[in-house]
């Protein structure tokens, strides 16, 4: 068994799931007219990838769903589900069964299921062909197409038996490889454009390579030359440079000491010492007038005192003579010891005269306030006796602080003398200094004017050394850092002394090489061009060896489609053989005897060429002659028995029936299919040959699965399983019934 199930669900009458199962060689479907057995074989060619709404009796997608009843909603997809028995792998995939479900929404979009996977419908036809099954053809003969095959044109019937001697497969390679070769062909033609388009490119670019190679010879050329030149000329400085630092070194080295020297004169001349001792002469002579002024401010004290005393005596004794009853009291006399106590310590700290001064003053106010207040109020003669003592006292305190401003004025006057005595030695000591400075630049004019001497030379030499830098920097840009090694150049400078015009010889020859250079890099950057060149013959060989592999792949597939066309052609010739042998079979058993045949012909198709179209009457007699196409068919020989009729057109209705099934089984026989399934095909049969017409389909089953729509009780005594289609509330429903069950239920 190859074909175990069908399942069914919103496909046109269908609203609910239908299942069938085929597990006998013959099931038979049965029904009214109208009850949905037809849709079973659309369902058929829906599933195995049909894309003719024509051939499934709808215009578009819509028209396989059922669109509902006033009992029953309509669907919103229609799906049909297959399932194959692969246990012998005729289906080339690794599986024991094979499920194919196709879908379609009312939106029109189809899906295609295999296994569970989502598949393209070019998945699903490959798979399909490579075990003899299509969406239609030989295997699926629908009502009113039996006779199809003997109405069709040569060309068609030629399609036919192509598609049922299993050459689909070889035909679909075929096609694939002549659209392989086609478009072969262009890559082909369109990599040739490319390489003539390149071509120039890379011949320009292989010229400006040749001159960029030419200007690397240079290069090196230079390099070479500029090494030798830069050790020359680098042994001529270090020369040169050795002979003027010897010349000017003693000399430099002296003016430097001369510097030092004179530097060290001039401090001489700028002693600090001399002035740091005018201005210490100047701050004693300072403080000398400032201890004057002490002086005189405490000899004026001196005599304010002695006044003082004089009068507060004559005050004593007059108080004594006038009131000797007045006398102080002790806390007047405590008061007075405070306050002079009080002023004592005021003054106790005090160095400076003029606070001394403040303080005598404080005493001689107070002494006089409280003499003045006493006398007014015959104070007592004791307290103006106390502040004579003070007097005194202050008068003995001034008296020894004009003994110390004495020996201040002493010592300051000896440290004068002392400093203009040293004062006098250092003007001495300057002066030899500034003798020694005129003599020092004196020797410096003189060495100054020595070096002068070699001024010039030196000018060169810095000159030389900056045009050599110039240079190192100039061959660094035109031959790369590599220059810099010229200390290592395989040459020996034996004398450093080398003509100056030497050098200038080789100098200009350099300057030709470097002219030479430049002008064969032409402004180009080489890297750029070079790696240009590069890419560019690396794109050309790329696509050459493209072309080389087109054109093996071209010949490979010339190769292959002559292989498959001399396959196809053999297999077809060898199949027609076949058929006719089976076709001749079938046929003495449908009529009895007589003769049937097909034959391969040629017809020869007349078409004008597509640039000989004209539209003026006047031209037709010098039309180009028509083209002969060649075109290959199949034609149908019959001969009945009894009868002579030796062409189809004169057979009647049940006689082309006849003729019709014999040729169908007898193509079904030469490379049989895995299932047949057969729409009425039966329907024009009288009994005789429905008997004959169920033998033939028990012969055909047991290479073929069947499966058959019919209304005739003969073929459907030779089903194995019978299922029942019926019309209940507008969709269609199954009933099934297997024979061997129901017999042993009968019994």
Not at 98 to 113: A, P, S
């Amino acid at each position: 068994m190859y074909l175990k199930e069908l399942e069914i669900l919103g496909f046109k009458s269908f609203a609910k799931k239908a299942n069938l199962k085929f597990n006998f060689p013959i099931s038979a479907i049965v029904g009214p007219n109208g009850s949905g057995k037809s849709n079973i074989a659309e369902a058929f060619r829906f599933v195995l990838g049909e894309q003719s709404f024509k051939s499934m009796r709808g215009k578009r997608g819509e028209d396989l769903i059922f669109s509902g009843t006033p009992t029953l909603p309509r669907q919103s997809r229609a799906s049909v589900k297959l399932v194959f028995d692969n246990s012998r792998k005729i289906l080339p995939v690794d599986f024991e069964d094979v499920t194919l479900e196709r879908i379609v929404h009312r939106d029109g979009i189809n899906q295609y299921i295999i296994n569970g996977s989502e598949v393209r419908l070019k998945d699903l036809i490959e798979l399909l062909a490579s075990a003899n099954i299509g969406s239609s053809g030989h295997h699926i003969i629908s009502q009113g197409e039996a006779d199809r095959i003997l109405s069709s044109s040569p060309k068609e019937r030629k399609t036919m038996l192509e598609d049922a001697l299993g050459l689909k497969i070889f035909q679909y390679k075929k096609v694939e490889s002549e659209r392989k070769l086609i478009k072969t062909e262009e890559n082909i033609k369109q990599v040739q454009s490319l390489r003539r388009e390149i071509a120039p490119h890379i011949k320009f670019l292989k010229k400006q390579v040749e001159k960029i190679e030419e200007g690397e010879k240079l290069k090196g050329t230079l390099l070479t030359f500029y090494k030798e030149y830069l050790k020359t000329e680098t042994e001529y400085l270090k020369s040169k440079k050795a002979e003027l630092g010897k010349n000017i070194d003693g000399p430099q080295k002296r003016l430097r000491e001369i510097a030092t020297e004179i530097a060290a004169a001039e401090k001489l001349t700028q002693n600090q010492t001399h002035h740091d001792l005018t201005i210490k002469i100047k701050d004693l002579e300072n403080q000398i007038s400032s201890i004057t002024k002490e002086k005189e401010d405490l000899l004026k004290e001196d005599g304010r005192i002695e006044g003082q005393l004089s009068s507060l005596t004559r005050l004593i004794e007059k108080q004594k003579a006038e009131d000797k009853s007045v006398s102080l009291t002790k806390s007047e006399l405590n008061e007075i010891k405070n306050k002079i106590e009080d002023l004592d310590k005021e003054s106790a700290g005090a160095s400076d005269v003029a606070i001394l001064r403040e303080v005598v003053k404080k005493i001689i106010n107070f002494v006089k306030e409280f003499l003045i207040s006493k006398i007014a109020g015959h104070g007592p003669v004791d307290e103006m006796q106390a502040e004579v003592e003070k007097c005194r006292e202050r008068k003995e305190e001034i008296n020894s602080a004009l003994d110390s401003i004495k020996n201040r004025e002493s010592f300051c006057r000896e440290e004068i003398k002392n400093l203009r005595q040293k004062l006098d030695q250092d003007k001495s000591s300057s002066l030899a200094a500034e003798k020694k400075i005129v003599t020092l630049m004196s020797e410096k004019n003189d060495i100054q004017q020595e070096i002068s001497k070699h001024s010039i030379a030196i000018d060169t030499l810095n000159r030389d050394e900056t045009a050599f830098k110039q240079e190192l920097t100039e061959a660094v840009v035109l031959v790369g850092r590599e220059v810099l090694n010229y200390e290592s150049a395989p040459i020996s400078v034996e004398s450093p002394e080398i003509s100056r015009e030497e050098q200038l010889e080789k100098r200009k020859k350099l300057e030709r090489l470097k002219i030479r250079v430049e002008e064969s890099a032409g402004g180009v950057v080489s890297e750029d061009v070079l790696r240009e060149y590069k890419d560019a013959s690396e794109r050309d060989e790329f696509l050459a060896r493209e072309i080389e592999d087109l054109e093996k792949s071209s010949i490979s597939l010339k190769s292959l489609i002559e292989e498959l066309g001399q396959k196809i052609e053999t297999k077809f010739h060898e199949g027609v053989a076949k058929i006719n042998n089976e076709f001749q079979k079938f046929f003495e058993l449908m009529f009895g005897g007589g003769t049937a045949g097909i034959k391969v012909i040629k017809t020869e198709i007349r078409r004008r060429k597509e640039t000989d179209l004209s539209f003026d009457e006047g031209d037709l007699e010098s039309a180009p002659e028509e083209e002969e196409e060649p075109e290959e068919g199949i034609d149908i020989k019959v001969n009945l028995p009894r009868k002579k009729i030796n062409g189809l057109m004169m057979l009647s209705g049940g006689e082309r029936a006849l003729t019709s099934i014999a040729l169908l089984f007898a193509i079904s026989q030469v490379n049989p299919p895995p299932f047949i399934i057969l729409d009425e095909t039966d329907a024009a049969l009288d009994e005789a040959n429905s008997r004959k017409y169920g033998d033939m389909i028990e012969n055909l089953s047991k290479s073929s699965q069947l499966i058959l729509i019919t209304h005739n009780r003969e073929t459907m005594s030779r089903a194995g399983v019978l299922y029942g289609v019926t019309m209940i509330g507008g969709a269609s429903q199954l009933l099934s019934v297997a024979f061997d069950e129901g017999t042993q239920w009968a019994k």
